[in-house]
């Protein structure tokens, strides 16, 4: 598997986590397990490879809009 296709399955992981989440926090749904994503400590592994949230969604981190980080 190359880093692009490793890349392109955690994006589909990502929103596959993310919609998981969203069920599990507003309708009810069972609470998505980290593993079955391959997420780990805010990070998306594939195939070897590892993704940031900035990497899947393209997004820059800002920690002046909320982020995790506190200065």
């Known amino acids: 598997m190359t880093r692009e296709q490793a890349l392109n399955k955690a994006r589909e992981n990502h929103k ?32 070897g490879f590892s993704f940031s949230e900035e990497e899947i969604t393209g997004i820059p981190y800002d920690m002046h809009q909320g982020g995790w980080a506190w200065v």
């Open 16 to 47: 596959a986590y993310r919609d998981a989440d969203l069920a599990h926090m507003f309708k009810g749904g069972p609470e998505p397990v980290d593993s079955e994503y391959g997420h780990k400590h805010g990070w998306f592994i594939v195939g």
